[in-house]
DNA sequence: CGAGCGATTGAAAAGACTCAACCACCGTGG
DNA sequence: CCACGGTGGTTGAGTCTTTTCAATCGCTCG
């Protein structure tokens, strides 16, 4: 755990950090002001519970492409995105990556593995600048176990995550690629509105489970068909409900 | 709740009524008694919660082919395997069925939309003769709330069901056919030792996520090489070290 | 300004699917 | 008891999607 404070003990505050020097002070950001809070499992906390949660937490600030844990390695703590996105996957036999999921502002990461006392089965890393909140493992079973709000909204979470995941797996052994994609672009839309989806070409193979090439050829397609418009790296959607015939039903 | 208890116990008269000579009377199955429950999340309970578990709960025979429960409806209840097979899936947008989870003797069966306050997004049915208690959602919510072991034991089931997902995915993802089928054929050793896999080819292939004639020729490749036997419908896992080998790491 | 990574394109190869036909086993009803 | 129908299993051939490999381009960062 020491280790991993230590490497993030620089901080945060990526409104300021936005492109000039690099001066990331490590700001504690409490929770009460947090704007992420109010979609997270912690939106509805109480004036004291807040001031709990802030004692217990600690603010850090990870660059691009920093991982936030690793597959096989055992839980210590989870972490509260404040702001940035986080990808979560899974290597292959090959060492490819898998996307499961990319965490926007707001989730909570890595509670899984601290429920089902294996070592982590994802991995997660930062896809740009991010801002990330880390909670003990102690202190967040705690919570748990004191909070039945809380609690249940956990279990929500858990439920409902696992429901995707069986839309994933169907998906992925059902679908074109093609279609896939579309899903896919829909998903990513969501998680990043208002921006444009950035994410490098080989991510977003990773995530539709797909050669770089195919997908580098499919956006194509999509643009010619007009419903995205690729500005280099970042895609704008333009027909969404297109996207949503070509992903089919679902 | 009440349409589900009288489906239920129709398939009690039909079974009976069908087949006279197989005599599935409909026994309460005592959960003090009950061999499955040994290895269930029911398994540490202490005589006086067994004695409300019996109370709360109804046993039914069901035959083989029948629903538990389907994709998009809601949840009543929780089912809880005392023998039998049963397999958990969702339909694509063809009506293909994907195979999720083969649930054995001592699972308890969708207690996940519970949670989520949303439809099913699965749907279980039977693939032989089973016998299955059935725990009302309110009963089983409040044994939740008042038994932390229980609670945990529900947590950690659905974390560790997320992590094997995400396995499931990335597999799906980047696994060729063939290793796909070493893999599943691995999972089904487990579910169904000491017995021999018993599987339409169909739902094999819908486990594996391929197309039947796909499925039936890789089948007939592992059996000439000597990992397999084939006794008609029945799959005798011969060397499993050499399916590891194929299915690749993990 | 050069190195290097990410993006792109083309061509060939492979894996998997679809379609169509046929077989074989099993329980049913005549 | 046997013919029948139906489901589940099997095989072959052709097609198509997707991957792989190889090469090129282009932008960004030090």
Same mark, same amino acid.
């Given at each position: 755990?020491?280790?991993?404070?230590?490497?993030?003990? @620089?901080? @945060?505050?990526?409104?300021?950090?936005? /492109?000039?020097?690099?001066e990331k002070?490590?700001?504690?950001?409490?929770?009460?002001?947090?704007?992420?809070?109010?979609?997270?499992?912690?939106?509805?906390?109480?004036?004291?519970?807040? /001031? =709990?949660?802030?004692?217990?937490?600690?603010?850090?600030?990870?660059?691009? #492409?920093?991982?936030?844990?690793?597959?096989?390695?055992?839980?210590?703590?989870?972490?509260?995105?404040?702001?940035? !996105?986080?990808?979560?996957?899974?290597?292959? /036999?090959?060492?490819?990556?898998?996307?499961?999921?990319?965490? !926007? =502002?707001?989730?909570?990461?890595?509670?899984?593995?601290?429920?089902s006392g294996?070592?982590?089965?994802?991995?997660?890393?930062?896809? &740009? =600048?991010? @801002?990330?909140?880390? $909670?003990?493992?102690? /202190?967040?079973?705690?919570?748990? &176990?004191? #909070?039945?709000?809380?609690?249940?909204? $956990?279990? !929500?979470?858990?439920?409902?995550?696992?429901? &995707?995941?069986?839309?994933?797996?169907? #998906?992925?052994?059902?679908?074109?690629?093609?279609?896939?994609? *579309?899903?896919?672009?829909? $998903?990513?839309?969501?998680?990043?509105?208002? &921006?444009?989806?950035?994410?490098?070409?080989?991510?977003?193979? @990773?995530?539709?489970?797909?050669?770089?090439?195919?997908?580098?050829?499919?956006?194509?397609?999509?643009?010619?068909?007009?419903?995205?418009? $690729?500005?280099?790296?970042?895609? =704008?959607?333009?027909? *969404?409900?297109k996207l949503?015939?070509?992903?089919?039903?679902?």
């Amino acid at each position: 755990m020491s280790s991993f404070h230590k490497m993030s003990i @620089n901080c @945060n505050f990526i409104s300021e950090t936005l /492109d000039c020097m690099l001066e990331k002070s490590h700001k504690h950001v409490s929770c009460a002001s947090c704007s992420a809070r109010k979609d997270s499992l912690f939106g509805n906390y109480c004036d004291h519970e807040l /001031d =709990e949660l802030d004692e217990s937490k600690s603010c850090n600030y990870y660059k691009k #492409n920093q991982p936030l844990f690793i597959e096989g390695s055992f839980p210590r703590g989870v972490f509260c995105l404040n702001g940035g !996105k986080v990808k979560v996957f899974t290597r292959g /036999d090959e060492g490819k990556e898998q996307i499961i999921h990319i965490a !926007k =502002e707001g989730e909570i990461i890595g509670f899984r593995a601290m429920f089902s006392g294996e070592p982590y089965k994802v991995s997660a890393s930062t896809l &740009e =600048e991010c @801002n990330i909140c880390y $909670i003990g493992k102690e /202190d967040f079973l705690n919570m748990i &176990e004191s #909070n039945a709000v809380l609690r249940n909204g $956990i279990m !929500k979470e858990l439920s409902k995550e696992l429901g &995707e995941r069986a839309v994933f797996i169907t #998906n992925m052994a059902q679908k074109s690629v093609r279609e896939r994609l *579309a899903f896919a672009l829909l $998903i990513l839309h969501d998680v990043y509105k208002p &921006e444009q989806i950035n994410l490098t070409r080989e991510d977003l193979a @990773n995530f539709v489970g797909t050669a770089t090439e195919t997908l580098i050829r499919l956006l194509k397609d999509f643009k010619e068909e007009g419903v995205i418009e $690729i500005h280099t790296r970042k895609l =704008e959607i333009v027909d *969404a409900n297109k996207l949503e015939r070509i992903a089919g039903a679902r």
